[in-house]
């Protein structure tokens, strides 16, 4: 009993540390080709913090591409004044 929960323990830190760096399926897959079948449980808190994670580093894209999009607009508005006017 103490091993198994060693062997969870050590699997959730394992995963914890990869999912950083590689897709949390190629790890799942490793695992079971290791012959450790894992269950949702298991490897939860890491799913979520991945989610997570992502969730934020889409979001602060979103955010840039949002004010990329205004910046183009502004500089678009500012480069029709000049033309209006004559300046290039």
């Not at 799913?47 to 580093?57: A, C, I, L, N, R």
Request: hydrophobic share 40%; no cysteine.
């Amino acid at each position: 009993m103490a091993f198994k929960k060693f062997l969870v323990i050590r699997n959730q830190y394992f995963m914890q540390r990869m999912s950083e760096y590689i897709n949390l399926r190629v790890i799942i897959q490793f695992l079971k080709e290791q012959g450790h079948a894992m269950k949702y449980q298991e490897f939860r808190s890491t799913f979520e913090d991945k989610v997570q994670s992502d969730s934020y580093f889409e979001q602060i894209l979103e955010n840039a591409k949002t004010l990329l999009k205004k910046d183009i607009g502004a500089d678009t508005y500012i480069k029709l004044n000049h033309l209006t006017q004559g300046i290039s």
